[in-house]
């Protein structure tokens, strides 16, 4: 029931006749426009950026809360790296944010283990700076985010010293280091 309510829903109030608010014409006709774009985007860029904006939602969601300042940088870096409108960076984000919520137990190894198989050495170092700086934009790199970056690396297939040789330029942000 809980989940329905983060969502947006309140099944109580529909089994009591009350219909749940519609969306205007115009924010439909968005969404629609940025749905249509995605599908017409290059389906292993459409895998990528997906399994990309799932990441780093996994590590935003690590400590049980995404920050407003987890989600701009998520923003951020979707749009810088999968080349999106902010409109339709957004909207990724969100789409992630979501499923990351409803289904992180059984889904986190999943995506990370497609987005080793679809990724090289290159990208998949650029996804733990990007799942840093995702940690890190609310000034301080929780031990929970951290850890859970630090498995993310395991299942890439990336060495202990590939991950230390990221981590140690976050060092300033790690909570473990701070007063």
Not at 38 to 57: I, K
Not at 76 to 103: C, H, N, W, Y
């Amino acid at each position: 029931m809980a989940v329905w309510k983060m969502l947006g829903f309140d099944p109580a109030k529909w089994s009591s006749g009350e219909t749940p608010p519609k969306a205007s014409p115009a924010q439909t006709e968005t969404v629609r426009k940025i749905v249509h774009a995605l599908d017409s985007m290059e389906p292993d860029r459409a895998r990528h950026l997906a399994a990309f904006a799932y990441l780093l939602s996994r590590v935003a969601f690590a400590d049980q809360k995404i920050s407003p300042e987890e989600t701009s940088a998520m923003e951020r870096l979707v749009m810088a790296r999968g080349g999106l409108p902010e409109d339709q960076a957004i909207l990724v984000v969100q789409m992630a944010k979501t499923q990351s919520l409803l289904f992180s137990g059984t889904e986190n190894f999943l995506v990370a283990r497609e987005f080793g198989k679809i990724t090289g050495r290159e990208d998949k170092f650029a996804l733990l700076h990007c799942l840093y700086a995702v940690c890190g934009a609310d000034k301080s790199i929780s031990t929970v985010e951290d850890n859970e970056i630090r498995k993310m690396s395991s299942e890439l297939h990336l060495s202990h010293q590939d991950f230390i040789a990221v981590r140690i330029q976050y060092r300033n942000q790690l909570a473990v280091f701070q007063k």
